[in-house]
């Protein structure tokens, strides 16, 4: 069909059907007269470069969202939109501190915090792969708003990035990270947050958590020691995480300096491990997991 036919159906200006052809996001045939031929296709992928553009994605994203069969991309662009708004919020926040006199200099310390965690949360979301990525990205980032005001701290920061920029990446087979797609992919932001608030109280009242779910925690105790659970692909992605975080040094080097950069990291390490304790003393058959 000519451009005026896929102009209807897309519901698009033929202005805009022209730059999104000029900016190859769409390839329509050319035909001998030099008229474009737009398949059905076409116009399907018209309407989805639409939507995208309405929410807000530049070229380059849509590019890459149309490139990618997984979802993994959108994704990705979802988590960093949401962390954008964060910084949004906060800068908005600032503009009333300024509105009420505070100081051009405890203002400048607040816009190189948010300046610091954006480039931290987004090499954490390029530094690791799918669902993954996301959960660490948004587990750590409440924890990055905090002012940079010692040596130490600064030091530690310079740290993470240099690890960030250097770790090894985390490859998972081609059968795996099929599974990690299929079985993450309807995994929302607000699902991940869910379950990071959820993972903060238990850890805040680990004897409270342990008492509400003893019976779901035994549960899931048996079946990590099944054959079933052992032949899993998420066993089999477990042993790998596990290994990657030992060997590409994020025990030694990323938990540590995140220790230093951020206090209100440093309180919540500590209950987590005040929480693994209380837990092993409980069921000392997960330590045998453990290891």
């Known amino acids: ?22 900016q190859k996001l769409v390839l329509p045939v050319m035909l001998n007269n030099g008229y474009r031929d737009f398949s059905e296709n076409d116009v399907e992928r018209l309407k989805r470069i639409s939507v995208f553009r309405k929410l807000g994605l530049n070229t380059e994203e849509i590019k890459a969202v149309l490139a990618d069969q997984t979802n993994n991309t959108l994704q ?25 006199d505070q100081s051009y200099a405890e203002i400048n310390a607040d816009l190189k915090a948010i300046e610091q965690s954006a480039t931290v949360t987004e090499k954490l979301l390029e530094a690791f792969p799918g669902y993954y990525g996301r959960f660490i990205c948004l587990h750590f980032a409440r924890f990055l708003n905090e002012s940079i005001t010692t ?19 985390l490859n998972f087979s081609e059968e795996l990270q099929s599974f990690l797609i299929e079985s993450t992919k309807h995994i929302s932001i607000e699902n991940i947050r869910d379950m990071i608030e959820k993972t903060k109280q238990s850890i805040e009242n680990p004897d409270k958590f342990l008492s509400e779910n003893k019976e779901v925690l035994e549960q899931y105790l048996a079946y990590k020691q099944s054959e079933e659970f052992k032949n899993s692909p998420v066993f089999k992605i477990q042993t790998m ?27 919540y390490h500590e209950q987590m491990e005040i929480a693994n304790e209380r837990l092993l003393s409980q069921y000392p058959d997960i330590a045998k997991l453990n290891n």
């Open 241 to 267: 995480l596990k290994e990657f975080n030992s060997t590409s040094d994020y025990y030694n080097v990323f938990i540590p300096a995140m220790k230093k950069l951020s206090v209100s990291y440093a309180e």
């Open 151 to 169: 040596t130490e701290q600064e030091s530690a920061y310079a740290e993470i990035i240099t690890f960030l920029d250097n770790v090894p990446s």
């Open 1 to 22: 069909m000519l451009i005026s036919e896929a102009s209807k159906i897309a519901n698009l200006t033929k202005k805009a059907i022209e730059y999104y052809t000029e």
């Open 76 to 100: 990705k662009i979802s988590v960093q939109k949401d962390l954008n708004m964060q910084k949004e919020q906060v800068k908005k926040s600032i503009l009333d501190k300024l509105s009420c």
